[in-house]
């Protein structure tokens, strides 16, 4: 992220002023959002108050044999604990084989158990990280340090949501997809804690596989499921049963989940819950029709894009899911940028980080619901514009061949 360029004389004070104001803003939204993290893990209490209550509960139901979806014992249980946020309990809606993760927390009191899982996230993220450098090419990037103040990143650790888990999942599996197929195929199964967010990636990945017959990340994959699925078989053999119960009384599509295609349904016609699947189908379609333009697909020079239509596309999905769409953004900061590039994305992150220090509510009908559209459109237009100076190109760090697909020009990565 080099933002060495030539400014005029009469233009450099004023592009000074913009850095330092950029830095301040995003400086001080960070250092908020960082202070929210803090009070989430010192201050008695306030473990009941996140969305974490919701794993921890389905884990104590687990270790105890009882319905890890069941509404009553779980809200006993949450208000027991001081969540006071909703008048209906919080279930976790997580798929049975992701009760794996979640059971050990049912051990703990519950404020270790946050302790654990918020050290959880936190390895995840900086393995994440650490891991999308080192396939794109960014080890001591100074991007990297806009991935820590990523606003769903920080959202997810206040509310101690696990969307970190299916990031870390993505990102090993780009890094071992070309030369470990298996232990690709296995890393989906943390992606598939939040499968919503992956139709069009999953539906493009499972062509590809029977396309090229690569079996050994199919098999990888199956084993990694099977396994859970059998375990947590062991625990409770009437676990599918009781989370399809679960879903059906849960009435989603009645509810206000803050994305585009519930957007798209109240705008239409409210009542209609299949319009909500439109942009998902719609997705697919356009993902099959993406690989099918590209015979020599690369995953590590397509995915990016592929996972920005996922996450934009997806039926059901928070804000705090767009974590995972740092393995999207953080390739393109680490080519040489100009200023507009990088300000936009730092104050893009650090605007909704003020709205969430502000309250807006998640459920919020105007700033969340756009949130993965703005990222989408911020990558497209990052991504059409050529590298800043390609005579810099001879000192970056060194990467794979990706990276050099990914500093052509935008037509290469958009198409």
């Known amino acids: 992220m080099d933002l060495k360029q030539p400014v005029p004389a009469g233009s450099s004070i004023a592009v000074k002023w913009m850095d330092l104001t950029v830095v301040t803003v995003c400086t001080l939204a960070f250092a908020l959002n960082l202070g929210a993290i803090l009070t989430t893990l ?50 976790m809606r997580n798929a049975p084989y992701a009760l794996l993760a979640v059971y050990p927390l049912g051990f703990f009191t519950l404020r270790v158990a946050s302790l654990i899982w918020t050290a959880a ?38 509310s101690g949501q696990s969307a970190l888990f299916p990031l870390l999942g993505l990102t090993l599996f780009l890094r071992f997809v070309n030369t470990r197929p298996w232990l690709a195929g296995a890393s989906l199964w943390l992606c598939a804690l939040k499968p919503q967010d992956f139709v069009p990636f999953g539906v493009v990945l499972l062509a590809w596989s029977l ?10 994959a199956t084993l990694s499921f099977g396994v859970s699925i059998g375990i947590v078989w062991l625990l409770d053999p009437s676990a599918w049963r009781e989370y399809f119960s679960m879903m059906s009384a849960a009435n989603i599509p009645d ?25 998902m189908v719609a997705g697919c379609i356009w993902g099959l029709w993406y690989l099918w333009r590209h015979p020599g697909w690369d995953w590590l020079a397509r995915t990016p894009l592929l996972i920005l239509v996922s996450v934009w596309t997806a039926p059901y999905s928070w804000y705090m899911d767009q974590s995972i769409l740092l393995v999207a953004l953080l390739p393109v900061l680490y080519r040489p940028m100009t200023r507009p590039v990088v300000w936009s994305f730092a104050l893009l992150s650090a605007f909704v980080e003020w709205a969430n220090l502000f309250g807006v ?5 105007v700033i969340y619901p756009l949130t993965a559209t703005a990222w989408l459109a911020w990558y497209v237009w990052a991504t059409w514009n050529p590298p800043l100076d390609r005579s810099t190109e001879g000192h970056r760090p060194d990467s794979s061949r990706v990276t050099a697909i990914l500093r052509t020009s935008g037509t290469t990565v958009i198409y």
């Open 42 to 91: 010192l201050t008695a209490g306030f473990a009941g108050q996140r969305d974490f209550i919701t794993y921890w509960c389905s884990g104590v139901q687990l270790v105890h044999r009882a319905n890890p979806y069941g509404a009553g014992h779980i809200w006993q249980l949450e208000r027991a604990a001081g969540f006071s946020l909703a008048s209906h309990p919080l279930i």
């Open 121 to 158: 996230m936190i390895s995840s993220a900086w393995l994440a990280v650490r891991g999308i450098a080192r396939t794109y090419g960014g080890v001591g990037n100074r991007a990297n340090l806009l991935a820590i103040a990523f606003a769903p990143l920080l959202s997810c650790l206040i």
């Open 211 to 220: 396309w090229r017959r690569n079996w050994q990340l199919l098999l990888g």
């Open 255 to 279: 509810q206000f989940v803050p994305c585009l295609s519930t957007l798209l349904r109240v705008a239409i016609y409210p009542e209609s819950a299949w319009l909500q699947w439109v942009p």
């Open 361 to 365: 509510p998640l459920g919020n009908k």
